[in-house]
């Protein structure tokens, strides 16, 4: 993935490779692999938390991507946001799935939280981009709301709920945390 | 600024980013973003955030698992007959519609380039087109399904009508009939009053001595053993002569029964016969006895 991030892929290498899509040319959904996989893997991954489902979901998500491709309108925003959104949808669509599938549909907060901490030190690659930077500049409490929305899928209000602080905070904390991360980029 | 100030302040755009607003409220925020350059960067930006701490957390999928699913997805892409076909038609359609632009009157001098996206641009409207097509079949179909549904329902229904029709018609027939019977002058009533076995027992018959016709009419008769009938004789002279069996429901007062024509008789009388009736009658089981 060298040193270009996905969010600041040249507009003109991105615009090719929509083109090139969306004239169906097969060869460049390998190209699109490539770059995205990591990203869209990593995102599910850390969504639905066990490998096998998270290749399941990466593969119905970039069939699905294939097929949709001729709906993504550019001007509504970047080719990764487009991507990154059905991924988690997917993923997310998944875990409430099989949450139904228990019973119990929300998990505790308590377990979702060590799952993940047990998940992510697996292979994420500390020379990429930011994480740790990621860490030294959210504060806990903003980093949890940007996980319980970004990686659970919670909405405003379930995060609210779960950790019974004011939907009014979280919106502050969310908006802050997303402040700092827009900050990191440049 | 300032009411965007409040507008970025709702946290909608967040919420919009991370995929929570309902379709009507997304459609309203693309509106607003399309229309305020403003909103549109704020957007972008909390995208961008978004993305840049799902790409902090990318991980490299594990060894095997790339090519599998590469392999897969391109297996999927190309091969299947039920996605390709209509990609195929799409093309064909295109196809058709794109040696036409090149012929068309003027052609700007620098067509050469332009000409993909203009053959792109009627391939994605004939797509659009035969999508819509597609779609307004598929309409047609679940409709034309649901009607011919509808008519086989209906179909059953009438023909059960018609079923219930014929018994009704039979029934009223029979009513008819007994009814130019029963007020007809030429049929003799004779009543037939229960013997000493069956004192409340009680019976008519309708007898013609012109048409020599005999019916059957029960008022009340003892429920019957199994594998017995009542059978009505005609006694001419002393002589028993066989009217036939009645029916179960005749025995049961259902309505008249046409018996065997009787060609002179001065008293009626009905026994308890084994089914199918006998020869002779069992005198001892008379039920009923009348005289003419």
């Not at chain 1, 069939?63 to 001007?75: G, L």
């Not at chain 2, 957007?43 to 990318?58: D, P």
Request: net charge negative.
């Amino acid at each position: 993935m060298s040193d270009t991030s996905l969010i600041s892929l040249p507009p003109a290498a991105e615009a090719e490779l929509v083109r090139r899509l969306q004239a169906r040319d097969e060869s460049a959904m390998t190209l699109f692999y490539e770059r995205y996989s990591a990203a869209l893997y990593g995102v599910i991954f850390r969504i639905v938390k066990a490998e096998d489902e998270s290749e399941d979901v990466l593969q119905e998500a970039l069939v699905k991507i294939w097929h949709a491709f001729a709906s993504y309108d550019p001007s509504k925003g970047r080719l990764f946001t487009w991507v990154l959104n059905i991924c988690r949808n997917l993923s997310i669509d998944k875990i409430r799935s099989r949450q139904h599938r228990v019973g119990s549909r929300t998990q505790g907060l308590d377990d979702s939280l060590t799952a993940q901490r047990q998940a992510a030190p697996t292979s994420f690659r500390p020379e990429h981009i930011g994480l740790q930077e990621i860490t030294k500049k959210l504060v806990p409490e903003q980093r949890q709301i940007i996980d319980l929305l970004y990686f659970e899928g919670f909405t405003q209000s379930e995060v609210a709920e779960e950790l019974n602080i004011p939907l009014g905070t979280v919106k502050t904390r969310a908006r802050t945390a997303i402040k700092v991360l827009s900050k990191l980029i440049r | 600024m300032e009411n965007f100030q409040d507008y970025f302040e709702s946290g909608i755009l967040e919420q919009y980013a991370l995929g929570e607003l309902s379709p009507a409220e997304q459609a309203e925020v693309e509106a607003k973003a399309a229309a305020h350059p403003e909103i549109r960067e704020e957007l972008a930006q909390v995208q961008a955030a978004l993305g840049f701490y799902a790409e902090a957390h990318a991980i490299t999928p594990p060894a095997g698992m790339s090519e599998r699913v590469l392999t897969n997805v391109l297996a999927q892409i190309a091969a299947p007959a039920a996605n390709t076909s209509l990609r195929n038609e799409v093309d064909a359609v295109a196809a058709q519609v794109a040696p036409v632009a090149p012929e068309a009157g003027v052609r700007p001098m620098y067509a050469a380039p332009a000409e993909a996206p203009a053959s792109r641009s009627w391939a994605i409207a004939a797509s659009v087109a035969l999508l819509l097509s597609l779609l307004g079949n598929a309409l047609l179909y679940t409709n034309w399904k649901s009607a011919s549904s509808e008519l086989v329902a209906l179909q059953n229904e009438n023909s059960r009508f018609a079923t219930t029709t014929t018994v009704v018609e039979k029934k009223l027939d029979d009513l008819r009939q007994e009814n130019q019977v029963l007020r007809n002058d030429e049929f003799h009533a004779v009543a037939l009053a229960g013997t000493k076995a069956a004192p409340s027992a009680h019976a008519r018959v309708l007898f013609n001595a012109a048409t020599h016709k005999v019916y059957v009419d029960v008022r009340s008769l003892p429920a019957l053993p199994a594998g017995k009938q009542y059978q009505l004789w005609a006694l001419d002279k002393g002589k028993p002569i066989d009217a036939g069996v009645l029916t179960v429901a005749t025995a049961t007062g259902e309505g008249l029964q046409h018996m065997k024509d009787i060609a002179s008789a001065q008293t009626f009388a009905m026994t308890v016969e084994p089914a199918g009736g006998s020869v002779n009658p069992t005198l001892t089981t008379m039920t009923v006895v009348g005289n003419i």
